[in-house]
């Protein structure tokens, strides 16, 4: 089992920034690779970055390419989302996730936390 608590979202105006992190504990070795999802309401969860274990390849959905960064320190077991430039469509409840690939399908990821809630006002 591997349990996930996201933390740092909040609310801040359209072009300010945010920055989420996602602690891990229990058999992370499991589950290596760390992902990103959010959830606006009436909208299905989609998926928003997806770091490796080694934090050398990573993988963005478009519409976030250029605003959000994906980092890990894995000796503090943390994931991070570094979102800069923020818009309105960006509000959402942000979801961690672990799987053992890289993918940017929900189905790759066995464990999830319980989410954070970003707004973004315009």
């Known amino acids: 089992q591997v349990q996930l608590v996201e933390s740092g979202g909040g609310s801040v105006q359209a072009g300010g920034s945010l920055r989420l992190s996602c602690a891990a504990s229990?058999?992370?070795?499991?589950?290596?690779?760390r992902g990103w999802f959010r959830q606006a309401p009436g909208k299905e969860r989609e998926f928003v970055a997806a770091i490796s274990w080694t934090g050398t390849t990573t993988k963005y959905v478009d519409s976030v390419k250029g605003r959000f960064t994906i980092s890990r320190d894995n000796a503090k077991n943390t994931v991070y989302l570094q979102m800069n430039s923020l818009k309105p469509e960006d509000t959402a409840v942000y979801y961690c996730?672990?799987?053992?690939?890289?993918?940017?399908?929900?189905?790759?990821?066995?464990?999830w936390g319980q989410g954070t809630q970003v707004t973004v006002s315009s």
């Open positions: 229990g058999r992370t070795f499991s589950s290596t690779v």
């Open positions: 996730a672990a799987g053992a690939v890289l993918a940017n399908e929900k189905r790759a990821y066995g464990y």
